[in-house]
Each structure stands twice: as structure tokens, then as C-alpha cells.
């Protein structure tokens, strides 16, 4: 399987990542080299130590450019969540972690659960492009979506239009609401946001190998101790399944 997949790699002896910085909670910080430090690119730099190959990033400040730089062949395995339109061009693997979605609403708002946003005349702002805003967009029957590039955009769109409520993973929208006196974070979810490795779909061997990977990641407790180590902990789960 490991030959097969090396033989794989656009640039022999490299495996090449996609990287989304815009998720606070994967990538927590920046290195010496300047490569990105957290969850998610010590799960790839693992899988370079399993191909037995070197690593390079190629950081992207959303989900959305992760997804679209795979058809210009500028990574070899991304790291972005799971969902069916960006399936369309990427083969991925199981959920490593996941992560709750909910909805923060502004002080004194009549929207009391999940289920209240969907009405006619709600606005949510939302990160453009982001899983969330991928899950909404196909659920959602009367509430408006209103986009913002990343979620420093998103929550200030929410701010400064006075909108209804705005979307994301549950420990943004706390450390938002600790910004905003008196908004509070809805009970429960409304989606869970599965985090996951994508391949191009033409490479099977490598995605047998990560996927193969990926199991065993999450049985030996590596998820769970890299986790702990980027201070995610109660943040971000192990996945299910």
C-alpha cells in the first residue's frame, strides 16, 4: 500500500497538506519555520512520518480555498470538514474529530431555541463557504444566510448590521459572547462538524492509507493526546465512528 501511495505524490518525497488557518481550533499557532502548529497539521506531519516522506504546508485562510485548490493540484491530502459538496471533487476519509455548531443571538432575543431560527425574516450571519454554512444552506427553508469571509467577519457582520443570530462552532461563539454583554449561546446543535482528510478522488492508494491511518489514530488515542497538547481539549472531540 505505502509504494502504491508514494507513487501517488505529485512531488516525490513530499507530502504535500492543505492547510485551513481559519479554524482556530485545528491550527493554533505558528512555528519557528513558519509552518502551522495544532491538531491538524501534526495529524498530517504523522501521516508524512508513516509514508516516510517530508511534509510542506500550504495554508489557506478558508475551508472553502482548501477545497477549490484541489483541482489545481496544490495539495496531496487536505484537511478540511466533511461535506457533500466539497465531495464532489474530494475523496475523504473518516471524521477525526468533530466539533458542535449552534447559534449565538444578541441580548433580549425573542429566538429562544434551534429551532425558533428558521423563520421568515431571521437573518444569521455566517463564515462564508464554511461547513456550516454548506449544512444551513441545505437545510434551511425561511431564515436568511447572510455571508462574511472567516469568522472575524462573520461576527462582525452580526454586530454591526444587528442581525438575528449568527452560526458557528460552538467555542467561537462562546469566546464571541464573552465580547458581546448580554448574547448568549443556544442550547444543543444544529449540525456537528465532522473534520476530515481529503484526497483527490484519482488517488486511491493514498486515501486507503490515510483512512487506514486514521483508524488506528483514533484507537491508539493519538486524536485524544494531540488534543491535550494544542489546549483543545473539551473543544474538540474524537469522532464517532
Known sequence: MTEDALSELTVPGTLRVGINLGNILLVTGTGPTGDPQGV????????????????????FATPGEVADAVERDKWDIGLIAVEPKRAEKI????????????????????????????????????????????????????????????????????????????????PALKENSENLPGSRVMDGRFTSVRQAIGTKPENAALKALVEQFIVEAKESGLVAELIEKHGVKGKLQVASG
Open 40 to 59: 491538524a497539521p501534526d495529524m498530517a506531519a504523522a501521516i508524512a512520518g508513516r509514508l516516510g516522506v517530508a511534509v510542506s504546508y500550504a495554508t
Open 91 to 170: 475523496a475523504f476519509c473518516d471524521a477525526y474529530v468533530e466539533i458542535e455548531a449552534t447559534y449565538l443571538v444578541p441580548e433580549s432575543s425573542p429566538l429562544q431555541s434551534i429551532e425558533d431560527v428558521d423563520r421568515p425574516g431571521v437573518r444569521i450571519s455566517v463564515s462564508d463557504r464554511s461547513a456550516y454554512d454548506l449544512y444551513l444552506t441545505r437545510t434551511l427553508k425561511h431564515a436568511q444566510l447572510c455571508r462574511a469571509q472567516g469568522l472575524r467577519g462573520a461576527f462582525e457582520l452580526f454586530v454591526t448590521e444587528k442581525l438575528d443570530a449568527l452560526a458557528g462552532l460552538v
